[in-house]
């Protein structure tokens, strides 16, 4: 059972489009992430958000985290190539082990010039 | 500083031998991770250390994984026998605890383990 559903798996969209990825759960956390991943190295850590309702923005990106804590959204706007990757969240279940992550499914984007 | 460095890069072996994964993480980092990637299954915990005493192995799949962290510079993970099933990418992190809240993980590259 995959506790963070992320949606769409895919996407390819062209240069310009805003788009949403989207991560839920049914289970509540105590802070979540986002990486991207690009081809052939691991992920690297974009935003944390702690508090039910933050919204944080990273220059085109912007970070939202459900009121209930339970979901997470990212949007970006007017995407670009070098967007291109693999988006995933992770998250830190409440009253879990501080340290642990659990990874979402990912979202794989592609962006077209 | 450098980053998580992760030895070899690329691994082809044969069903039946015996693989082994190397870590150094970033210096001054209490917590190491080792993860598993596939297509099916995406980013997967296996373990992961606390100065250097494992915490959770939960993850790893069976007795065929074992992993060590000798000291506070260096990690193994080791299939034995391996199988093609194991066929992953393997990435090792590495964390540093900043209070109780938040903790960033840096991932090394990863090692592409194709068994045959």
């Known amino acids: 059972t995959q506790l963070l559903e992320q949606s769409p798996q895919f996407l390819s969209i062209q240069e310009g489009e805003n788009l949403t990825v989207y991560c839920n759960s049914s289970s509540v956390f105590s802070s979540l992430q986002w990486y991207r991943q690009e081809p052939g190295e691991g992920p690297v850590l974009l935003v944390t958000v702690v508090t039910g309702g933050e919204v944080k923005k990273l220059k085109r990106l912007t970070f939202q985290f459900g009121d209930a804590r339970k979901d997470s959204s990212l949007h970006i706007t007017a995407a670009q190539p070098g967007d291109t990757g693999l988006y995933l969240c992770?998250?830190?279940?409440?009253?879990?082990?501080?340290?642990?992550?659990?990874f979402g499914t990912g979202t794989l984007l592609a962006v077209q010039p | 500083d450098a980053g998580v460095i992760q030895s070899p890069r690329h691994e082809v072996t044969e069903m039946g031998q015996e693989v082994t994964l190397r870590c150094k993480p970033i210096?001054?980092?209490?917590?190491l991770f080792w993860y598993r990637q596939t297509m099916m299954r995406g980013l997967e915990l296996l373990i992961y250390f606390n100065n250097n005493v494992p915490i959770d192995d939960s993850g790893m799949p069976e007795d065929r994984f074992s992993a060590k962290m000798p000291n506070a510079s260096f990690s193994t993970l080791k299939i034995q026998p391996s199988e093609p099933r194991d066929s992953a990418v393997y990435f090792c992190?590495?964390?540093?605890?900043?209070?109780?809240?938040?903790?960033?993980?840096?991932f090394g590259p990863g090692t592409r383990l194709l068994v045959l």
């Open positions: 992770a998250g830190r279940r409440y009253g879990g082990a501080t340290n642990k992550l659990i």
């Open positions: 210096s001054g980092h209490d917590y």
């Open positions: 992190a590495s964390s540093l605890k900043q209070g109780r809240i938040t903790y960033e993980q840096y």
